[in-house]
């Protein structure tokens, strides 16, 4: 549930402590998706907020600057754009942001959280496939 590393910090070190992957991949999807609402329901209200205080002014810019900078990505394609945005591992991509960028984009929860939801299951198996080995982990949905 850590931002920035979501899921794809706890995918790998849950290989690494020798958690079984079916245990390891459904926490993490949990894990991921527990704070995901209520970013959808309240990021817009708390960055408000955030802008009317002398010492978090300047994160919620940053913080409204790279969810505009991420919105063309998930404009092009609406809910399928949203989750391959969440479900890309890439720097400055995941659920957090998604959620950001659809709160800001004003997307309604009915399409914003499925879509989150497929993103952070695709990087589940992404991120699964290279902890616990891409052939290996195939052997394990056989």
Known sequence: MVPL????????IGAALGLPWL?????????????IPF????????????KTTKHFSKIAL???EKAEKNKGKVMKYATFGLALFV???LPGTGAWTGALVAALMNMRM???LP????????????????????LSFLSFLA
């Open 62 to 64: 940053w913080l409204e």
């Open 5 to 12: 590393i979501e899921l794809r910090g706890a995918i790998p």
């Open 115 to 134: 879509s989150i939801f497929a993103g952070v299951v695709l990087a589940a198996f992404i991120m699964s496939g290279i902890s616990y080995g891409f």
């Open 110 to 112: 009915k399409y914003s």
């Open 87 to 89: 479900g890309i591992p």
């Open 23 to 35: 245990a390891n991949f459904a926490l993490s999807i949990i894990g991921n998706m527990i704070p």
């Open 39 to 50: 970013i959808l329901l309240f990021i817009r209200h708390i960055l408000a907020w955030m």
